[in-house]
């Protein structure tokens, strides 16, 4: 089973550019979710979906948006990347009360 | 909203040594999960316990055991007889949101 995959797993962009994460999975989990990982501080809710149809904000979503475009996929975009938005990115996914599963991750850097 | 605060940010032990992680949250759910992952070197984010809310029985795994006390709102997290391949971040979890993590560093 793949899970959960994320595209790309490396990233380097100017700032002010505009890109778009992936997130795929295929386990037919009802929820997804967007974290950012910084040094010291823990994941960060930036988005979640907790059903196709549904998005809402999480503790950091200044800066991102999402889109829950079918069961299998939530896609988080950068409008205008700023050096602040370097981080590793995790997708996750799960059925309520269930452990979440998570991507490998994306390493995003802007310069 | 919830709250997970993991106040040790690192820790180091010696191979063998009994290590105990700490996880205080707060919530205004009735009920709720607890979850605790690791995250070895490698980066990638690997489930290792749950707990509900309506179940404050202890429980053993292997050289995994928690500690959940609902009425001081902890869900403590202990390796027994500590591997240098436990070394890793270990976070705990309230539903979807997650603590800052502690760093876990075994010694041979």
């Known amino acids: 089973n793949a899970g959960v995959t994320q595209t790309p797993k490396f990233q380097v962009l100017k700032t002010g550019q505009s890109m778009t994460l992936q997130c795929a999975q295929d386990?037919?989990?009802?929820?997804m979710y967007w974290y950012r990982q910084d040094p010291g501080m823990g994941l960060r809710l930036i988005y979640y979906?907790?059903?196709?149809?549904?998005?809402d904000k999480g503790e950091v979503p200044n800066g991102y948006n999402v889109s829950r475009l079918n069961k299998r996929e939530f896609s988080l975009r950068l409008e205008s990347a700023a050096p602040s938005q370097t981080s590793v990115y995790f997708c996750?996914?799960?059925?309520?009360?269930?452990?979440?599963?998570f991507g490998d991750g994306t390493r995003l850097s802007i310069l | 909203a919830q709250k997970v605060t993991q106040a040790q940010t690192e820790i180091s032990v010696v191979e063998k040594e009994d290590v105990t992680l700490d996880c205080v949250y707060e919530?205004?759910?009735?009920?709720?999960?607890l979850f605790w992952y690791k995250q070895p070197p490698s980066g990638e984010l690997v489930f290792l316990i749950r707990?509900?809310?309506?179940?404050?029985q202890n429980e053993i795994s292997g050289r995994y055991s928690w500690n959940f006390q609902k009425s001081t709102s902890s869900f403590n997290f202990t390796i027994t007889a500590s591997q240098v391949v436990d070394s890793a971040v270990y976070f705990c979890?309230?539903?979807?949101?997650f603590g800052a993590g502690t760093r876990l560093t075994v010694k041979p």
């Open positions: 996750a996914s799960r059925t309520i009360g269930e452990p979440q599963h």
């Open positions: 386990m037919n989990h009802n929820s």
């Open positions: 979906s907790a059903s196709e149809g549904t998005t």
């Open positions: 919530t205004r759910d009735t009920t709720y999960y």
């Open positions: 707990r509900n809310s309506f179940d404050e």
């Open positions: 979890a309230h539903d979807m949101r």
